[in-house]
């Protein structure tokens, strides 16, 4: 006897892989023709204003594990603070939306980008310098939020209205991209365990 279904199944369609790669990412999967190349890969246009940066990591599992099939993308404020399609004076050059699949052997994802300026709080406070991130991959059927902010950004870190709002201070640290010696930034998200990163209900 059939039993009524209180509860909807999940379909298809809210499962972020095994095919969000092939549907956000068509040329990392080998599939040409779509566009000429895959929305995000580049940041970059032209010439841009600001300190050009490299943000690199990985998403990793419980086990400590780099997933090797997550999606990474990230949205950002241009080096004045202004992000593109919403403020006539943003830099041109300067997409502010990022999308990488990491790399299938390593998991490792990669971001040519710009160091963000400060962009106000709705009550006028600055944040500091961040990184809007959203994550998907194999199980996680909605996306992760989270953010990154910069090492060397300690007394604008300080005073940021999100950064101080949360109530375990020893977390801030999973929020905190560390600076390299060649200037790049690592940036490790934890789904699971005892570095888990804070993720945000938005």
């Not at 940021?160 to 929020?175: A, G």
Request: hydrophobic residues 40%; proline residues 6%; glycine residues 12%.
């Amino acid at each position: 006897m059939v039993q009524p279904l209180n509860v909807l199944k999940e379909s298809p369609s809210q499962t972020a892989g095994p095919y969000v790669h092939i549907g956000c990412t068509p040329n990392f999967c080998g599939i040409g023709g779509v566009y000429p190349e895959d929305l995000g890969a580049r940041m970059k246009t032209g010439p841009v204003q600001g300190e050009e940066i490299v943000i690199t990591g990985a998403v990793h599992d419980g086990m400590g594990m780099a997933l090797k099939d997550a999606l990474v993308e990230i949205w950002q404020a241009d080096a004045q603070g202004r992000f593109a399609g919403h403020d006539a004076e943003a830099d041109p050059n300067f997409t502010g939306f990022g999308r990488s699949p990491g790399d299938m052997d390593t998991g490792a994802f990669r971001f040519e980008t710009v160091k963000p300026g400060r962009v106000r709080w709705p009550d006028g406070r600055l944040q500091a310098p961040h990184v809007s991130v959203w994550i998907v991959a194999r199980g996680i059927n909605i996306g992760l939020q989270t953010r990154i902010y910069f090492s060397d950004e300690a007394a604008a870190n300080a005073e940021d209205p999100i950064l101080t709002r949360l109530e375990h201070q020893s977390r801030v640290q999973t929020l905190i991209a560390a600076r390299q010696d060649d200037g790049s930034y690592r940036f490790d998200v934890h789904i699971q365990g005892p570095q888990e990163t804070v993720f945000f209900d938005i």
